[in-house]
């Protein structure tokens, strides 16, 4: 079962959480909820020494639900985009 219920986030905070620090929201949920991370990355222009630039990071729970600033998400969803 999981922890998280509604965001109450202030919109300047999850802003900040959806544009370049998803990996801080998603450590708080792993280190206070013990949540693995969805690390989704672009390898869409993969040539040379191309490094694959990480998208966004998401916290997920043991039931099948990826989390960030915006809220609960369903893992398979997220994956397929």
């Known amino acids: ?3 998280v219920s509604q965001n109450i986030s202030e919109p300047n905070k999850i802003d900040r959480y959806m544009n370049g620090e998803c990996h801080v929201f998603a ?3 792993h280190r206070e909820l013990g949540f693995s991370y969805l ?3 672009d390898e869409s222009e993969l ?3 191309f490094i694959p630039a990480i998208n966004h990071v998401y916290a997920v729970d043991g039931e ?3 989390y960030d600033a915006t ?6 969803e997220v994956i397929e985009g």
């Open 47 to 49: 040539y040379g020494d």
């Open 27 to 29: 450590t708080a949920l």
């Open 1 to 3: 079962m999981s922890h």
């Open 64 to 66: 099948g639900n990826a």
């Open 39 to 41: 690390i989704l990355v």
């Open 71 to 76: 809220g609960r998400h369903d893992v398979e």
